[in-house]
């Protein structure tokens, strides 16, 4: 039997790792290959031509996102894991519209990224727990579309700590996570909203009245 090649994509060192002893265990399956940024992930996708990819939503020079969308324009037969720190209600529909088709949440992956991609070795969805409940919650709603994004409150707290000119080391500590998780609220916070510039993340603030001009 061929073996499931699976490419890994994370900018942290120890979630590498934590993914690939976790997969490795699995028979038939072989790690082929591990990246630290976005734009490698795509590199290595072209060039390894793996199975599967699992893939970090805030990753450095190129986000999660935008590389599920350009690895499934090139490679449409590669399936997409999405591993994510944060569990978002239009972030969840962002990864799907993106063309991966499993999102899991990092705080659940030891129990189920190995389910997730033996759903995908078989070319069917998997949500994690966090996500299905989104999506049920979506469906009793009447599948609408919200008026408009929102934030979580811990988005609002980080936006306004960083509107109020708090760096991400500071916002990390007033908060007590980690400066990575601030970027990676950060980057989700501005796709979520659709801005481009940290200008524009000010003016989103104030004009909430999440900060005072």
Known sequence: MKPIRILIADDHQVVRAGVRALLEGVENWEIV???????????????????????????PELNGLDVARKIKQELPEVE??????????????????????????????????VNALKALCEHKPFFGTKAAEIVFERYLQGGGKSKGPKLSP????????????????????????????????????????????????????????????
């Open 80 to 113: 997409i894991a999405i591993l994510t720190a944060i569990d978002d209600e239009q972030l969840v529909h962002d990864v799907f519209d993106a063309g991966a088709r499993a999102y899991i949440l990092k705080t659940e992956a030891g129990d189920q990224l």
């Open 33 to 59: 290959g591990e990246a630290i940024n976005g734009r490698e992930a795509i590199s290595l996708a072209k060039q390894l031509h793996p199975d599967i990819v699992v893939l970090d939503i805030g990753m």
């Open 154 to 213: 811990r988005e609002r707290e980080v936006v306004q700590l960083l509107g109020e000119g708090k760096s991400s080391k500071e916002a990390a500590s007033a908060l007590g996570i980690s400066v990575r998780t601030v970027e990676t609220h950060r980057a989700a916070i501005m796709h979520k909203l659709d801005l481009k510039s940290f200008s524009e993340l000010i003016r989103y603030a104030i004009r909430n009245r999440i900060i005072e001009p």
